[in-house]
């Protein structure tokens, strides 16, 4: 712990075998906010086109991400370290799912530590000798009859829970795009043009349960919620059906 | 909703492109315990040799899809469908995050509602008009500058969040790799063995020192949660150390 505040986790993949989960890793980190990856022993060396390809913009993570030979030199700079396996290893270590591990690791980085999570190949994981000496086993609440999670999806998981632990909030790009609800006042409105031109159309029928046929109707339109433009828009709605309606096209004319 | 209890959401891949993604998006239903895929106008035709390298094991999932021509196919089985995307469509749609929407979610499976979610293709996401039939949006908490996630990166992410929603405890499989804490008599047993080779060595100096000096040792040992076995094995440390050391050894053979 040498400096006071690394808010953000490194990922290490340990002996990757594929460029396309590097590059897949990379970009979900980007996705979810997180830059820092930690390459050990890739198997088709570094770099690699294919992980390039498939990051899909996240070429910063790439050219930024620190390539070692083992995995002691990818975490040797970090104070605690989650081994991410889904097979016991017979070894006496802290197990937590994904939501208490990112909680641990969060305690840890307000404590100052620099934090991290290694992940295995895709043959086999990691090797019992990294799982060792990490600081606790991060494991996924999988299906154990089909436990093996793509790599770049364990990673996916990981760098997901990350950012949601700090809040499941849609990004604010979204919430321009919602408009309030209409007042109530157009809303009677919209009622009562409705059943105005059911009542002429003859729909409340019998005439007594008309209170009760109103009342649905207005259930249902208060639920969507309608915005004031929509509210105008189902006025329209209304007056064209109305005006195509023969008899009362015809009840119009007459008037 | 026709039936009372369909607790599996449906993935509804809507025009996907690539097979290596339909297939690790099996494999990630098949992580955690999803089977109800529904593939509509995959771009390459189907089946597609591609997503069954991919899906790793997965093969039941594709075997079962369900593969129509267009979106509305694909969910006309459900009673409440969200569409998953990152670009607000200018839709007057409620947005949830995905700890939100999973939650809403199983609100409407307890009620007895058929539930899924789409997701669009790689190139340009859901389209509009899948949207706009939705009952909700689904937005992951990304970074706004990178937000585009890989297809199947955004069924992960979904199909865990499903998941975690009814527990985030390992799989059962890791309980039985963890061994109860030794007993307190076996720690004390091995904090006298070390103190006292460490006393013949001349560690504890100066002699006011000593009771802060194993304060601090025992403090560090009891937070190793050793299990018994281990307390054997740093026994058997301490006693290698102190017989390897020359001057313990010399004066042993003084003894």
Known sequence: MNTPHHAEPAIALIGPQLGENIGAAARIMANFGLGDLRIAAPRD????PKAQAMAAGADAILETAQVTDGFAAAIDTLDVVYAATARPRGLE??????????LRLWEAVRAGARV??????????LPNDAVAVSDAILTYPVDVSF????????VAVFCYEWRTSQGDAPPTVFAQAQSPPAAKADLFGLYGHLEDELERAGFFHPPEKKPMMVDNLRASLARASLTHQEVQTWRGVVRVLAEGRGPYKVRKDEA
Chains 1, 2 share one sequence.
């Open 147 to 154: 436990a093996s999670l793509n790599l770049a999806q364990a």
């Open 45 to 48: 060396g570094w770099p690699n």
């Open 116 to 125: 991290g999570v290694m992940f295995g190949s895709e043959k086999s994981g």
């Open 93 to 102: 270590k802290p197990v937590y799912g994904p939501r208490e591990g990112v």
